[in-house]
């Protein structure tokens, strides 16, 4: 579902997210929120999506970085070192 509102910047450079937004996202004070600037946009999302990403994204660099560890570990022309 797409909601459109506006808000207006307080001199201080703040807004005010409208109730319903944030009763509908479950943004609550003291909630952390990351924004992002793309050219002439800005994305503002809670941060715990962000952060499962992440880790999930890492699981997967860590995972892919063992797998190639391992081709490195078990290459027999490497056993050279292993004399020295």
Do not use: C
């Amino acid at each position: 579902m797409t909601e459109v509102k506006t808000v207006k910047v307080s001199d201080k450079g703040q807004i005010s997210i409208p109730l319903d937004i944030r009763e509908s996202i479950g943004i609550k004070q003291g909630d952390t929120l990351v924004l992002i600037q793309e050219e002439e946009r800005i994305l503002l999302q809670k941060s715990e999506p962000i952060t499962k990403e992440i880790k999930d994204d890492f699981k997967y660099l860590i995972k892919h970085s063992e797998d190639v560890a391992k081709k490195f570990w078990s290459n027999k022309a490497d056993d050279v070192w292993d004399t020295i």
